[in-house]
């Protein structure tokens, strides 16, 4: 079998400790997880968390700056856990970030088109070393930090759905499979990004995730 033109490589992440990297087969993520984030973005009922998508090749590992992105004038960033999949379930838990166009969000919200635009977009996932093991302590504070200055703080206890619901409730939605990536939503203190910022984001003792927005 030949293919037309040559594949694109597998996405992959690195793993803590080890020269084996984590293949990326697909990235899920929750919104409206905490239910702070969920009242800042203008949810006054009860917060009702759910799954949206973004491609693979959207990770931006190793250390790598991400773009600013076209076709948006409020890049937001969302700190979040997010679990590895293997071949028995969780395998492990990296520092990542849901890089949003916000504006576009906003618009597709008000005329009830998908999210695709404002989440999926190329360089919207990064994402650090994943550590292999438990979940981290449910006490562990969750953190981002923009040029020094914190703008999201929570914990992960304060999830609606734990990560053990979480990939429960994927499993009734999609086949979930080793190589899977669950992104497991935000805590309140979302806000933009410009080109230049350095972001720092830590959860508990995992490998922290820092960039810098890189100027298109
Ligand atoms: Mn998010």
Redesign the pocket.
Known sequence: MTFLFPPAPTPSLPIEGSDARFPVRRIF???QNYAAHAREMGHHERADPFFFTKPADAVVTDGADPLYPTATQDLHH?V?LVCAVGPDGALGWAVGC?L?RRDLQAEAKQKGRPWDAS?GFDQSAPCAAIHLGALPDPTAVIELRVNGEARQTGRLDDMLWSPDEILTKARELWDIQPGDLI?T??PEGVGPLAPGDRVEATIGGLPALRFTVAAR
């Open positions: 993520c929750v919104g969302e979040e849901d949003t989440k992104f939503g935000t």
